[in-house]
């Protein structure tokens, strides 16, 4: 069979890149050739203009379906799944390595969950084959496939991704494969969406076009071969740079603000254009610094010029830089990076001298409506405090400073996330210097549906009894009713929760609010209403507790927004739900209250495809600008630290059993969500000294009185039992309980240690170190 060939073979640049499903995304192939290739042969181009109406171009074949030309383009009509449309390109079996490509339009579809597709390797019977795969609905975790077509005609589907974009009607996308051997890369719009090694079954055949449940249209059809090897998968981009051991639970991540080192995450480059328009790091090619780093250290891109951000961005997909922040104090220069590349990560740098409430509101607000979420902030204007604010409205923290390693004891004990600092140095031998399951700060504790081991679920009874025992966030759930009113409910219906049975959407209000929502729980709460959205919100007006509200049901995100706005809590909210539409939507709707992403997933068996997950559920969350708060068994160490590394503040639920919860803080879970709050706020939070330095002469001794902050939300300590430690090899002073005795001149630090019992678990809240300085 003889292809049909319109216009000219064109040379191909091969886009070279390593990178598994789950870790590729979003890497447009570089325009520019670098090194002398091969030309390529054009098998196919066919823009379909001189094709009548009602055919197809000479050769191709109809297998299956409807498909023709009309007005210049090929449409292939499928009315269900059970009914697709396929056509056929015979390249006759000359070669399977090529690059094919074309422009795609869906028209309409079933549902979202509707597909079209690139069909490629076809076997001369019709199957089997592989194919790029788009649902209409691209933004599901499986929007895109990598699917096989068996020799028993039947489908299996090894990989699959997702687009920051669901494919709009009417809007034309160009699609591209390109296959090598057992080598396949998808491609929308320039962006790698799909990598992966296994289509080394078939290696040559046919190429074609597919319809399931939609009508779609092409255009500008072509298949060039493909001479040039793309090299193999070898280890996938998702990687874990290596950072110095610490005993402390839930360590902060340390970025470099100079050079690489050993023991730091991530490296800090200031990019700037030059005179001649490029970008630069310290004078040179911001290419060289990232090649530098690739694979090792995770790159934080700090940009202050709001010019030509798209340029950068286009250096970023040429060096297939995928993961890295845009850091800025600028928040244009942060949205509009990530307009350009939709999974980068976004960082918003403080700037100013003073950070009270009203400046942490604002700032808070910057963050989400900038898509950004991390917070970096100088440490002369950090407190615990400052932070805490942050984490209970799903923001991370980076402080800048630590210069030395006193300062980088402070920075450790205001609880950030990350340190920024010139001399990582310090941090790294602070970090050294604590004993096993050190607690530095209490995690920020969401109190799931009120207290349901103390109260019946979602009432305001169990709401308030979480607020008095200290939660940092209330979990609820809204539904709205028959007559249109938002109310908490967790399941769909009553049945469970109250003495009444239905749907909520079926009842009305007044029905509902007749009901006894504490009945079945206890009689001591017999008479319990089921609370209005409304209610919730007014009881906490006014209060410093941030409440975590998670959507349950379509098309009210409107409405809970609204209602959110008129009582004014806009800085006290977060939204998740397990709907991603339900978080795109709200996020459109007001930016400014922070998202997350609700989920649970199985854990890979190994390493590799742990983090390979990891990295593809970063990139969900990123491209949705919302944290992933998976269930606790969707978790593992290397996620957890993956998350960590890369400013992702996640909430975790739902804790009900002891030894679970122990070893997810063990492992670093910051944000738990329980029915038992009562676990964790009965704890300390960290400790007070009463001074920094103590000077004593040689023989003399003094004595530590530490007391410690028992709430967040008020400057209230008490005396509290501790112990005194130093480091190993210290002979300058000795200590006896929390006393201290000068043996010899010199300078050591000493640290004030509680060891208390929570989750069954021994932990210890560790003080800043004490300077002790001995004299003659």
Do not use: C
């Not at 040179?284 to 250290?297: R, S, T």
């Not at 980088?408 to 602070?430: C, F, K, Q, R, W």
């Not at 809240?765 to 001995?774: H, K």
């Amino acid at each position: 069979m003889v292809p049909n060939i319109r216009g000219k073979s064109k040379k191909l640049t091969a886009f070279l890149v390593s990178a598994s499903i789950f870790g590729s995304i979003w890497i447009a192939p570089v325009d520019g050739p670098t090194k002398v290739q091969a030309a390529e042969q054009a098998l196919t181009q066919e823009n379909f203009d001189q094709i009548a109406n009602g055919q197809l171009p000479g050769g191709w074949k109809l297998l299956q379906g409807d498909a023709k030309v009309l007005d210049g383009k090929l449409v292939l009509t499928s009315p269900s799944s059970g009914a697709p449309a396929r056509v056929v390109i015979p390249l006759g079996n000359q070669t399977g390595n090529y690059v094919f490509e074309a422009e795609m339009t869906f028209k309409s579809a079933v549902e979202d969950t509707r597909w079209a597709s690139l069909m490629y390797r076809v076997q001369p019977n019709t199957y089997p084959y592989y194919q790029f795969a788009m649902r209409k609905g691209t933004t599901a975790l499986n929007g895109l496939e990598f699917a096989i077509r068996n020799e028993s005609n039947q489908w299996v589907v090894p990989e699959t991704n997702f687009y920051p974009e669901n494919m709009a009607s009417n809007k034309t996308y160009h699609v591209k494969v390109i296959v090598s051997g057992n080598r396949v890369q998808q491609f929308i719009d320039g962006q790698l969406v799909v990598d992966t090694d296994q289509a080394g079954k078939w290696t040559n055949g046919d190429v074609g076009f597919q319809a399931n449940g939609t009508t779609v249209q092409f255009d500008n059809v072509k298949v060039n071969t493909y001479s040039n090897a793309l090299p193999p998968l070898g280890s996938t981009n998702a990687f874990l740079p290596q950072e110095v051991k610490t005993n402390i639970v839930n360590p902060p991540t340390i970025i470099s603000k100079t050079v690489a080192k050993e023991g730091t995450a991530s490296v800090l480059m200031q990019a700037k254009r030059n005179e001649q328009g490029k970008w630069t790091v310290e004078g040179a090619p911001i290419e060289n610094a990232l090649k530098n780093i690739k694979g090792k250290f995770i790159p934080i891109i700090q940009v202050e010029e709001h010019s030509d951000i798209e340029g950068l961005a286009n250096v970023l997909k040429e060096t297939q830089t995928q993961d890295f922040q845009i850091l800025s104090s600028n928040p244009a220069i942060v949205k509009e990076m990530r307009s350009f590349i939709k999974t980068a990560r976004g960082a918003l740098l403080y700037n100013k001298a003073a950070f009270n409430k009203n400046d942490m509101a604002a700032f808070a607000r910057d963050i989400h409506k900038s898509d950004a979420m991390v917070a970096v902030v100088p440490q002369k204007i950090l407190s615990p405090e400052t932070v805490h604010y942050l984490h209970s409205r799903a923001i991370s923290v980076w402080g800048i400073g630590a210069e030395d390693v006193q300062a980088a004891h402070t920075m450790i004990h205001l609880g950030v996330d990350g340190i920024v600092s010139e001399n990582p140095s310090a941090s790294i031998e602070a970090l050294g210097q604590y004993p096993e399951n050190t607690i530095v700060q209490r995690p920020v504790v969401a109190a799931h549906r009120g207290v349901p081991s103390i109260a019946p679920e979602n009432t305001m009874a169990s709401y308030r009894k979480a607020y008095e025992m200290g939660a940092d966030m209330i979990e609820t759930d809204v539904q709205r009713t028959k007559d249109g009113k938002l109310v908490i409910m967790h399941d769909y219906s009553v049945d469970r929760t109250t003495n009444g049975k239905g749907n909520v959407k079926d009842l009305t209000l007044e029905q509902i609010r007749a009901l006894d929502a504490g009945i079945k729980f206890s009689p001591d709460f017999q008479g319990e209403k089921v609370p209005t959205f409304k209610e919730y919100l007014d009881e906490f007006k006014g209060k410093d507790v941030v409440l975590l509200v998670e959507i349950k049901a379509d098309g009210i995100e409107k409405q809970v927004m609204e209602e959110i706005e008129q009582a004014g809590m806009v800085d006290h909210v977060v939204i998740q739900s397990f709907n991603s539409n339900h978080i795109r939507n709200t996020h459109g709707i007001n930016p400014e209250v922070g998202t997350g992403y609700l989920y649970s997933a199985a854990v890979p068996p190994t390493i590799d495809g742990r983090l390979k997950k990891a990295q593809q559920m970063m990139q969900y969350g990123a491209s949705m600008n919302a944290t992933l708060n998976a269930d606790y068994g969707s978790l593992n160490p290397e996620f957890i630290r993956y998350m960590r590394q890369r400013g992702f503040l996640n909430m975790h639920w739902t804790f009900r059993n002891e030894d679970h919860f122990g070893q997810a803080l063990e492992a670093g879970v910051v944000g738990p969500i329980t029915d038992y709050t009562q676990w964790l706020t009965d704890a300390p939070i960290r400790l007070e000294i009463p001074n920094k330095k103590v000077n004593l002469n040689v023989g003399k001794s003094a004595t530590i009185q530490v007391k410690s902050f028992v709430n967040y939300r008020e400057a209230k300590t008490e005396n509290i039992s501790t112990t005194l430690f130093f480091n190993n090899g210290e002979t300058k002073v000795k200590v006896d309980g929390n006393t201290i005795t000068a043996l010899e001149p010199g300078k050591v630090n000493v640290f004030a240690m509680h060891t208390f019992q929570m989750l069954g678990k021994e932990w210890h809240l560790v003080s800043e170190p004490i300077e002790v300085t001995v004299t003659e």
